[in-house]
């Protein structure tokens, strides 16, 4: 059925045309467009789910018009133990405009579900429990396992049994730091069922980042393994843990109860660290579970997960998530943006650490019923090809990865790619970051073939699911555009006084109305959740993303515009890196920025000024490194660590990062006006200190 021949139909112009421009006060942010349009062929068009610009017109429009009658029909769909409450035919309620009181938004409220039984039970008992729900392929080729509906059932309902048995309560929170081994979505399921809320730390975050999440959510237990093997790496995880249990008790927070997966492909358990007392092996205490676990009804608005992300200031945010509208989007979304027939086998690549990982590995996929891949390891271990070999092993047809590692395999060239068929792939995804034409073309022709879509889904964290991104087979695609709204998101464009803009336009990206999976609060703090989101332009809901808006309506996502920077689809705010830095005792003051990095798409530059009398070295440099993979993890190290014996600020003692951005871009001739330095002497200095 997947079998589906495309061909690419170049319908503006045969020739890459690229212009450039600059979106309008992101001032610095610059996409390349190119405005070939891809388009998929007839027979994949006829048999795709939106299958022209009409038909998602027409839908668009009664999801924007009546949102309340088109999600009430898609919820409907699911199993809803009480069907949510009705008020003058409102299934939502909402308001984005901070002058009208405080931000608030409900779907489906009154609403009695769980997303754990319509992402597993209601399959089950549909006849479908020796379907496989997930193939897992470990780090090292050889080891590999595959679970069926049923046996994931069984496994979720034992994890979740026990994770009553030691206390945890609906509303309570339950910390997971865990490799991606099956066990990981299977303690997000077990959560999920029995309505605790799950907070997943992506196991390359420190010891001190960590400690923070914990601080911060009061787990009252925490699922982790001893170790996992990540290419060649072998990282061991409870000693991170537990370096973490022990700040966060000295701060004042105690973790009763850590359960730690033996996983003994990586690491031993003779060798593994151990508390007694409080740690407890997995493989002691699941197993001797019963494998029937009551379902936790619990309410549509109640919430579901908390997943931490970076913003430009202060400690990392508490992204909350509650149940309904996120199963409803989740689903949704997955289904349309991927074409999904069932039956198909569906590979997400992220990590369930990053909110890919939650909507589209574990939960979008498995309410539809999708058989997905969950792959342990790197896509260059032991070899550049590993990933068209995963694909080949599972005829994976759908593949959902990020344009960094996109880039990474285009630099090892085609043949890696050639050497495996492939003919299995219907569908491809990116998602992450902007991803430039370049890899786009190469993600098209070579690893595609030029036979597969390639959905460009622009999203975040805080939306929970796919905002801006193509349908495949519903209109032609432009390579390096997420092309159209979602059914139900209302984009804006604004300028810097918040006015929306028309038409071709470029500006910042804002959404007018809620969406059912938008973010319902930060963690502990609504008001900072009001201030960072919805009061820098009233009455909308500001992503913190700079877009385009070309001709014919397509949107081009430009970046941040704000001070957080994406490295390699992570998000990693400065301040924070900052912060790190200074925690070193001869850093007297950091500034951070990020720079145009050929694999990672934005690298991380450091301006460091040290302690009066101190001597630049290698090793200092080193030093300050490792600073801030301790503080934050190994992904948030800097590229560069550029000395400055002062930093470019203004007579009120602001730090100007456009001027630091240009150094760091080495466009020293675009530097502009610094007459309104404090010291203009100072960006000599730095130019004269660059490369050195
Ligand atoms: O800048 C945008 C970029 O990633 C940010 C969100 O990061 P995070 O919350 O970690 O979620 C990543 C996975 C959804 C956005 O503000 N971004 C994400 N997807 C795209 C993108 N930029 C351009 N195109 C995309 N497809």
Sequence with gaps: SSQVDLTSVLSVDTRYKTETHAAASAGEQVVEETQVLFEANEEFRKNALVSSTEKYEEMYKQSVEDPDTFWSEIASQFHWEKKWDVTDGKVHTENFDVRKGPIKVEWFKGGKTNICYNALDRHVEAGRANDVAMFWEGNEPGYDSSVTFGNLLDLVSQVSNY????????????????????????????????????????????????????????????????????????????????????????????????????????????????????????????????????????????????????????????????????????????????????????????????????????????????????????????????????????????????????????????????KHSRKSLRVLGSVGEPINPAAWKWYYEVVGDSRCPISDTWWQTETGGFMITPMPGGWPLKPGSATFPFFGVQPAIVDENGKELHGECSGYLCVKASWPSTFRTLFGDHPRYETTYFAPFKGFYFSGDGCHRDKDGYYWLTGRVDDVINVSGHRIGSAEVESALVHHPLCAEAAVVGYDHEVKGQGIYAFVTLVEGVEYSDKLRKDLIAKVRSQIGPFAAPDIIHWAPGLPKTRSGKIMRRILRKIAANQIDELGDVSTLADPGVVEQLIELRDK
């Design 163 to 418: 994770l009553r048995s030691v206390g945890v309560k609906k509303g309570d929170a339950v910390v997971i730091y865990m490799p991606m081994l099956v066990e990981l979505p299977v303690a997000m399921l077990a959560c999920a069922r029995i309505g605790a809320i799950h907070s997943v730390v992506f196991a390359g975050f420190s010891a001190d980042s960590l400690a923070q999440r914990i601080l911060d959510c009061k787990p009252k237990v925490v699922l982790t393994a001893n170790g996992v093997m990540r290419g060649t790496k072998f990282i061991n995880l409870k000693t991170i843990v537990d370096d973490a249990l022990k700040q966060a008790k000295q701060e004042g927070y105690t973790v009763e109860t850590s359960v730690v997966f033996a996983n003994e492909v990586a690491t031993k358990k003779e060798e593994t660290a151990w508390v007694e007392g409080r740690d407890i092996w997995w493989q002691d205490v699941i197993p001797s579970q019963s494998t029937k676990s009551e379902v936790e009804w619990v309410d549509a608005e109640d919430p579901l997960f908390l997943l931490y992300t970076s913003g430009s200031t202060g400690k990392p945010k508490g992204v909350l998530h509650s149940t309904g509208g996120y199963m409803v989007y989740t689903a949704t979304t997955f289904k349309h943006a991927f074409d999904y027939r069932p039956g198909e086998v569906y590979w997400c690549t992220a990590d369930c650490g990053w909110i890919t990982g939650h909507s589209y590995l574990t939960y979008g996929p498995l309410l539809n019923g999708a058989t997905v891949v969950n792959f342990e390891g790197v896509p260059t271990y032991p070899d550049a090809g590993r990933c068209w070999e995963i694909v080949d092993k599972y005829n994976v047809n759908i593949f959902y990865t990020a344009p960094t590692a996109i880039r990474a395999l285009m630099r090892e060239g085609d043949k890696p790619v050639k």
